[in-house]
């Protein structure tokens, strides 16, 4: 047998186990340390601009052609676009998870290259860009400056780029930096066209004296080779090449006259080095600042990220100009750490909690050491075989590990109790005991060991989130409990060996109060199942009843997919009327930090003008607040809590007149999706419109705040922003000989701008951009003041070749695989699920929505849909595996059906105290009940492995060999499981940073293994008997008794 060889050699098997410790003390400094695994799906990002384009303009000629040749690259689980009025397009492709990132650039740059023929060439002077794109963001660093009109934000936004961004770049991990609030310097060529008009002149003629004038020059070398012979010396020739400064852009000519006289830029036109860009702000708590979001690399490790960047800032601090700091303004890393923090704190009482249970169990301090020696080899082991396979520690490897200190005692537990039985009940010297009980339990020990094995083997034939977040903590779990059999069958009964002594006589009051509670208890758990067995019929009508109640209360607790998180912040969106300008927004956002950092439990705002968190875009009416709360150990307070912030932040935003907007917890995944809640995508299949489409999203809005399940519905589309048309006379323009173009051309330079070349500053490249002054393009008869120039040489005015004409339009075009959609976001309502909002969502389209009308998922509810269908399955291969697993184990097809036959009793106590909490089946939740399947076939194979030993070595029958097992069993089974209980007990009662999660998988595992203890294991032996009665064909010898035992021979030490 194989534990004899340690039972004889106790410090070898002492050896074996330091062996794993240290191991996995070693392994612990190179584990990284993340919230959660990589389970967010890679994205690719396709950006590029067209200055002055319309949206209309932008989805017809950019989003068109690449759309069509990106769509359906391999592993793309969907794409989304935007076409903003401010001539941005962005495409983000979005990719299965563990899809390779890098191949998956280089495949979408690939199809954009084949679309590039087709677009604008002004589209293609701007650049077409396709990048990887974290959309995890780690934290953002503000700077803060004491005077702004100093330091204002064009200073503090080009000192970021030239000073921090290179620098913070290269910190390991960091996949990205964004500047929020960016204003890049840019030579801003400011036309007057009044001035124009007097001298001749028009927008084209300054593009074009621009573009002659400010060129690189290269030109060339003296003695070069090849060259005369007793050529001594070679000079590279410069000469003036891109302008600098913005006196040598006003100096530059325009027109020489016919006199001579030149006519130069700055006769025509104001020069300023500006901005590139003013189409958004940023403040930080009310104050003017600018801000980078740090964006983690896939599979990076944002602590170390963060760490990283503080490092680096406080260093480049250094050389900041006086009146200049930074401060971390949004840290991410607050919430990871935090949420490790509670799970260390969880798991460290689960293991005082443990080794108290198995104390009180087996009442001896040298008895008690055998299975809590258990615990570090089993947890600390495993961590080597964590980084052994590139894994980290997270929230669910750690509370793989937090369930595990319950099961990993459980095969040590069943050791020890069996050997004290026999030294007790047949005087045997401690290590013949030893040897004794090992020949019994070896086969359960291994069994229970293949039954938590094989459950979660499915698990790793999940794809997907799901399949990532189950297989961390499957491979926790099952690691652990490998740890702990290989312990139980080496060092534990070579510690039986030494350690163990005959029960004393003598104990103190409360062990001999506990013991005769647990004999009484004994008694009457043998007592009724034996009447149980007798009324057999009955017994398996009770059954039928609570299979059918776990079944029906595993269908009617609402789904979900993860629970909501009190993360640290939140947002808040706000809207204003359409066509409204960036200055009432930053007016709005304003109002909106000093009443957000009025709140109890705020700690900081950062606001951003000019830009919508809900849509991802940059437009002039939007505004958008992220608000950091104060670290969760001083927000004890409920007003303080993350719900009541949300609910004070939403009641003034409601009576808020001038902007529509509303606070939102953020997603569950950072940077699955742009806020908690489902995410609707209405597709326009049938080519109606924009404002058909606006208008099917408002009616399904207006349906949603009708349903009680709903709320916090929002269609962020709008297609009736004011919009002018210029309706121009073609046969006009092209008989007075004006290119078309040239028309196209001066309204794009003067009302957009027109991106003439470019410039050399700071040791970076900027844009040269001539646009009209702010005076000239600020009222619509603006537009009429503009000319051309004719085929004559004469200045033609636009408004003789043009009418306006008012108009509504989108103020952005989105897109979702193909077609124009619109997005709508909602949550459910308290005392609903997810899963319950989407089935509303569905009904209500069916009840809406035309047959010109699609609608698809995406984000988080993308996910959870796809985890839906994988459950099920994975729970009915979870108990085919086991089966499986015991059927070769036992050479039975019987014996493993009387084992699975108790699992419905810890499912319907799983559901039932998760209904009970108000929970949903979310994906932690399913974790537990696929991990009760294992939990409650241990108690089984406790009673039906020793029964099948009776039955076969000493021919019993199936009656008194089930009622022997389940007597002596009884103690093993309840040591085993209130040991895992009460281990399980921090999870349950969980607060703090990541308490949602840890609290469903702890009421899961609570309840069915409560439910499977207290009802369960009356029902193991009589399921035995039912099923060897129906199965088997042995002949079966008549039963001893069928009655209960007298009290005197159930006694047990």
């Not at 049938?686 to 009680?708: C, H, I, K, S, T």
């Not at 399955?873 to 036992?890: D, E, P, R, S, W």
Request: hydrophobic share 45%; with cysteine; proline share 5%.
């Amino acid at each position: 047998m194989f534990s004899i060889f340690f039972i004889r050699r106790p410090i070898f098997a002492s050896v074996v186990s330091f062996f794993v410790v240290i191991l996995g003390l070693v392994s612990i400094p190179a584990l990284p340390i993340e919230q959660t695994p990589n389970i967010t799906p890679p994205t690719v990002q396709v950006t590029t601009s067209y200055p002055g384009a319309s949206p209309e303009v932008l989805a017809q000629t950019i989003a068109m052609p690449i759309e069509k040749e990106v769509n359906g690259v391999d592993d793309m689980i969907y794409m989304s676009s935007m076409c903003s009025n401010d001539g941005r397009y962005t495409l983000t492709v979005t990719f299965e998870v563990g899809t390779d990132i890098d191949m998956a650039t280089v495949l979408v740059q690939n199809r954009v290259s084949i679309a590039e023929p087709k677009l604008p060439e002004e589209v293609k002077r701007q650049g077409v860009t396709t990048q990887k794109q974290s959309t995890n963001m780690v934290m953002v660093v503000s700077l803060l400056a004491e005077d702004t009109e100093r330091y204002d934000a064009i200073y503090q936004s080009n000192f970021i780029d030239t000073k921090l961004v290179d620098s913070l770049k290269r910190v390991p991990g960091v996949g990205g930096v964004t500047v929020f609030g960016a204003k890049n310097y840019g030579m801003r060529i400011w036309l007057d066209p009044a001035r124009l008009k007097a001298r001749g002149l028009t927008t084209g003629d300054v593009l074009n004296a621009i573009r002659e004038q400010n060129v690189q020059v290269a030109a060339g070398q003296i003695g070069a080779p090849p060259t005369t012979e007793g050529t001594e010396f070679t000079y590279t020739i410069n000469t003036l090449g891109r302008l600098a400064e913005a006196s040598e852009y006003e100096d530059m000519i325009v027109k020489v006259g016919a006199d001579g006289s030149l006519v130069r830029i700055r006769d025509v036109a104001r020069v300023e080095l500006g901005a590139d860009n003013y189409g958004q702000s940023m403040t930080f708590d009310g104050r003017v600042s600018i801000g980078m979001g740090i964006y983690q690399l896939p599979g990076a490790n944002a602590l170390s990220i963060a760490e990283g960047v503080q490092a680096q800032m406080e260093e480049l601090a250094g050389s900041f100009p006086p009146g200049l700091t930074f401060t971390i303004a949004y840290d991410s890393t607050r919430f990871i750490e935090a949420s490790i923090d509670e799970v260390f704190s969880s798991l460290l009482i689960a293991v005082l909690l443990v080794v108290l249970t198995v104390y009180v169990f087996l009442q001896d301090l040298r008895t008690t050491l055998i299975p809590s020696a258990t615990i570090p080899v089993s947890l600390i082991g495993t961590l080597f075989v964590m980084n052994a396979l590139g894994m980290s520690i997270n929230t669910l490897s750690l509370f793989g590990i937090v369930l595990a200190i319950g099961i990993v005692v459980d095969d040590a537990i069943v050791v020890v109790e069996n050997t004290m039985r026999i030294i007790d009940e047949e005087k045997l010297p401690a290590k013949e005991a030893t040897a004794k009980a090992m020949g019994q339990i070896t086969g359960p020990v291994v069994a229970t060991t293949l039954v938590l094995l094989a459950v979660f083997v499915p698990t790793a034939m999940m794809a997907g989130i799901t399949g990532r977040l189950y297989q961390q903590f499957a491979i926790t779990i099952s690691v652990a409990t490998v740890f702990s059999s290989v312990n139980a069958l080496t060092l534990s009964p070579a510690l039986c060996g030494i350690l163990l002594r005959p029960t004393p006589e003598k104990r103190n009051f409360f062990f001999r109060g506990f013991e005769r509670i647990l004999d009484s208890s004994r008694r009457g758990y043998v007592g009724l199942a034996t009447r149980l067995i007798r009324r057999l019929a009955i017994a398996m009508v009770l059954y039928a009843a609570f299979l059918g109640g776990a079944v029906f209360g595993f269908m009617k607790v609402p789904s979900g997919f993860l629970p909501d998180e009190d993360q640290g912040f939140v947002f808040v969106n706000a809207m204003l009327p359409e066509g409204a300008s960036l200055e009432r927004s930053q007016a709005v956002l304003a109002y909106l930090e000093e009443n957000l950092l009025a709140i109890p439990g705020v700690e900081h705002t950062i606001g951003i003008g000019g830009y919508s968190f809900l849509d991802g875009v940059n437009t002039a009416n939007a505004a958008s607040v992220i608000v950091t709360l104060d670290p969760w150990e001083d927000r004890t307070e409920v007003e303080q809590s993350v719900a009541s912030i949300l609910a004070r932040a939403n009641g003034f935003l409601h009576s808020y007149q001038p902007a529509a907007g509303f606070a939102f917890s953020p997603p569950p995944i950072s940077g699955l999706g742009n806020a908690g809640g489902f995410e609707y995508k209405l597709e326009d299949r049938g080519g109606v419109g924009p404002l058909q489409l606006e208008q099917f999203a408002n009616d399904l809005v207006l349906g949603g705040f009708q349903d009680p399940v709903l709320g916090r519905m929002n269609n962020s589309f709008r297609a009736s922003t004011p919009q002018l048309y210029l309706q121009l006379d073609r046969e006009k323009v092209k008989r007075l000989g004006i290119p078309l173009q040239t028309v196209f051309d001066t309204l794009q330079a003067n009302l957009g701008s027109a991106y003439a070349n470019d410039f050399n500053a700071f040791g970076r490249t900027y844009k040269v951009m001539v646009q009209a002054d702010l005076a000239y393009r600020d009222r619509v008869d603006d537009i009429a003041r503009l000319e051309v120039r004719n085929a004559a040489g004469d200045m033609v005015p636009l408004s003789t070749l043009l009418a306006v004409e008012d108009q509504v339009g989108p103020r952005t075009i989105f897109r979702y695989n193909n077609y124009p959609s619109a997005t709508i976001t909602g949550a459910a309502n308290p005392g609903y699920s997810s899963g319950q909002a989407i089935q509303a969502m569905a009904a209500l389209s069916e009840r809406t929505l035309s047959s010109s009308m699609g609608y698809e998922w995406s984000g988080t509810t993308y996910q959870e849909l796809k985890a839906g269908s994988d459950t099920i399955k994975t729970f009915g291969l979870a108990l085919l595996f086991v089966f499986l697993f015991l059927a070769a184990q036992y050479e039975s097809w019987a014996t493993p059906l009387a084992v699975l036959l108790s699992v419905p009793f810890a499912i319907l106590g799983g559901v039932a105290l998760t209904a009970a909490r108000g929970m949903d089946n979310n994906v932690y939740t399913q974790i537990g009940f696929v991990m009760l399947i294992g939990l409650a076939a241990k108690n089984a194979i406790m009673i039906v492995e020793f029964a099948k030993q009776q039955v076969d070595e000493e021919g019993v029958s199936f009656v008194d060999a089930a009622i022997e097992g389940a007597r002596l069993r009884y103690r093993a089974i309840l040591m085993t499981a209130f040991s895992f209980l009460l281990g399980v007990i921090p999870l349950v009662i969980a607060s703090g940073a990541g308490a949602g999660s840890r609290r469903s998988l702890g009421t899961a595992v609570f309840g069915g293994m409560l439910v499977a203890t207290i009802v369960g294991i009356f029902w193991i032996p009589v399921l035995y008997v039912f099923v060897m009665k129906v199965f088997s064909r042995k002949p079966q010898p008549a039963a001893a008794s069928t009655s209960p035992p007298p009290a005197g021979a159930t006694a047990e030490a």
